[in-house]
């Protein structure tokens, strides 16, 4: 409840019913998994916070993937996995 009240405070809650379209099944795939983490979030946060923030941070990778955000953990994986470094 609490962090839904300052979802809307910062968000705004315009009381519209209607939810945007998402219409890339790609992108459809991301924001249920980022509600996955967020509601794992709000499940465990008061008894293990430290298993919310993580579960918040997934939450915001998924939503970074749809916005096209670029994450440093992403570009080392796909250098990593490209490219043999050291040999």
């Known amino acids: ?3 839904e009240r300052r979802v809307a405070e910062r968000f705004g809650d315009d009381d519209d019913d209607e939810a945007p379209a998402i219409t890339r099944e790609r992108h459809r795939r991301h924001v249920e998994r980022s509600l996955t983490y967020l509601d794992e979030a ?3 946060m008061l008894d293990a916070p430290e298993l919310g923030a993580e579960n918040l941070r997934l939450a915001s990778q998924e939503l970074g ?3 096209g955000a670029i994450d440093l953990e992403d570009v080392l994986d796909k250098l990593f996995t490209d490219f043999c470094i050291g040999k």
């Open 1 to 3: 409840a609490e962090l």
């Open 65 to 67: 993937r749809v916005v």
């Open 42 to 44: 709000i499940a465990v």
